[in-house]
């Protein structure tokens, strides 16, 4: 093993592309934060300047340009600390957004008393509020342009880290298969390094939904000559059976050549996403958990549901006669649709909804992807399309049977098929919307599309639940509902 680490920086000899491409990113979003924040504050000042001509900023005016300069600096430091410019991008944007809100907000708190000192109490209160809420709206709207800009490139397969995958095994097919299918996180799969399978062997993904080939490159001995040969800036280790010599030697090597490594955890009895990793001093702990929603996030999502799901029925209740009479006049057959789903637990409830569907369609299928499906009404497919179908389930979140967001239910002839890790969906209460319900994906069966449900599970938040609400309406009122 000893004899393939060199001792040439094969890192400095690799295509820097991505590298360059990464810091140019971390310049150009610290560049216009700034000047967004700016813009924001300015804004704010100039805002309540104008609604209290006098006696606003009693101070000299010199003090004017040092708040704006002491606001726009204390929301880049706290974006700094909150990871805002490290490399990555997270799924559909929802965690530089959430970082955001919460580094301004913090930034704006520590700000406020030197700003009330010299801007007055009344004012102060106003003045930081604009700008907090001119701050969130101009950055979130700036990262929003970056994350497409950067997931149109890595689809694209420009500015991607180039990886090497060692060990065909399970895992590693796996790790093919999910970087195939999420382009945005910046990963382009290479080849293989295998001990066990012969120079330019083909590895597939195995899945008709998700293809992928790439060839093997070679075994762990020509570990030095791959990583030049196709300038490999990435090693991702996926044998759990390594041994610990084998391991070391490999890290070495990545650490003397500059490239960067990962590895999949030993625990082939537990699934990946209910690992954690833990430290206690400087000893690293790996550990298995389940999902589990903290009590204050519990009861402010329900307090949440039942807040929304009053005022959205008690709005909407003088449309329901007006959407009943268009059901009833396009097709025959009742107003509402009713069905038994699973929810929390694996507990069943019955689900309402605005039939969309002939009477004549089993009541139990799989649902419409496509406008053209013979089994909806020419109503039906209005009410699916905005979304409006989904109205009558708010009274299942007042009942307690659902969340306004979460998993999408499923129906009990779907469930029973669920293996071990699917039936992790059940561990949470269902929603009318979720991650998985605002993308694309969503032409795809629900349970097979697992990582938008253990992505939620495992960053629950009032906040998340807020974006993603808001992200729903943005959807609806685009046309995408049933598509």
């Known amino acids: 093993m000893r004899s393939f680490i060199g001792k040439t920086n094969i890192g400095k000899m690799l295509d820097l592309d991505w590298r360059k491409y990464q810091g140019l990113v971390m310049v150009s979003k610290m560049f216009f934060d700034t000047l967004l924040t700016f813009l924001a504050t300015t804004l704010s000042f100039a805002i309540i300047a104008d609604l209290y001509p006098e006696g ?29 410019y490290q490399q990555g991008i997270s799924f559909l944007n929802f965690e ?12 704006h708190i520590v700000v406020y008393p030197g700003i009330m000192i010299i801007a007055g109490a009344y004012q102060s209160i106003l003045l930081v509020f604009i700008s907090l809420l001119g701050t969130v709206l101009l950055v979130t ?34 790790i093919l298969k999910k970087l195939t299918e999420l382009p945005q996180l910046g990963f382009k799969p290479i080849g293989f390094i295998d001990n066990q399978l012969e120079k330019k062997s083909v590895i597939s993904t195995g899945s008709e939904e998700i293809q992928a080939k790439i060839p093997v490159l070679g075994s762990i001995k020509d570990l030095c000559r791959i990583a030049s040969k196709y300038r490999i800036e990435e090693l991702f280790v996926a044998t759990p059976a390594i041994k610990a010599g084998e391991m070391k030697e490999i890290i070495d090597f990545c650490k003397k050549t500059d490239i960067r490594y990962r590895f999949v955890p030993n625990l082939i009895e537990e699934p990946l996403y209910k690992i954690n990793l833990y430290s206690i001093g400087n000893i690293p702990f790996v550990k298995t958990e389940d999902f589990e929603i903290g009590i204050l996030t519990a009861v402010l999502k329900r307090f949440l549901d039942v807040l929304l799901s ?46 969309t569907m002939k009477t004549s369609a089993p009541k139990y299928g799989y649902s419409p992807t496509t406008d053209d499906d013979k089994r909806m009404t020419r109503f039906g497919r209005f009410l699916r399309r905005t979304s409006i179908d989904e109205l009558p389930q708010f009274w299942n979140v007042i009942k307690n049977d659902m969340s306004i967001v979460g998993p999408r239910p499923e129906m009990p002839f779907i469930v029973k098929q669920y293996n071990a890790q699917q ?25 097979e599309n697992l990582d938008y449900d253990i992505y939620y599970m495992k960053n629950v938040s009032l906040l998340l639940d807020i974006l993603i609400i808001i992200k729903t309406i943005i959807f609806a009122a685009g046309g995408a509902g049933a598509r």
């Not at 101070?59 to 974006?79: C, D, P, Q, R, T």
């Not at 268009?326 to 689900?351: E, W």
């Open 56 to 84: 606003f900023f009693s101070a000299a005016e010199k003090m004017k340009y040092l708040a704006i300069f002491w606001i726009v600096v204390s929301n880049i430091v706290f974006f700094w600390n909150s990871g805002l």
């Open 310 to 355: 009053s005022i959205i029925l008690i709005v909407i209740s003088p449309f329901f006669a007006l959407i009943a009479i268009l059901i009833k006049r396009d097709s025959r057959g009742p107003v509402f649709f009713s069905q038994t789903r699973i929810g929390k637990n694996g507990v069943p409830f019955t689900i309402y909804k605005f039939r």
């Open 96 to 107: 530089e957004t959430e970082k955001t809100i919460r580094a301004s907000f913090m930034a």
């Open 141 to 174: 709207g700036e990262r929003l342009v970056a994350y497409k800009i950067a997931k149109y490139n890595y689809k694209k397969g420009r500015f991607v880290k180039r990886i090497a995958i060692y060990d065909a095994c399970p895992a590693g097919v796996f």
């Open 423 to 447: 039936r992790d969906r059940l561990l949470v209460k269902p929603g009318i919307t979720g991650l998985w319900q605002i993308t694309l994906d969503r032409s795809k069966l629900i349970h």
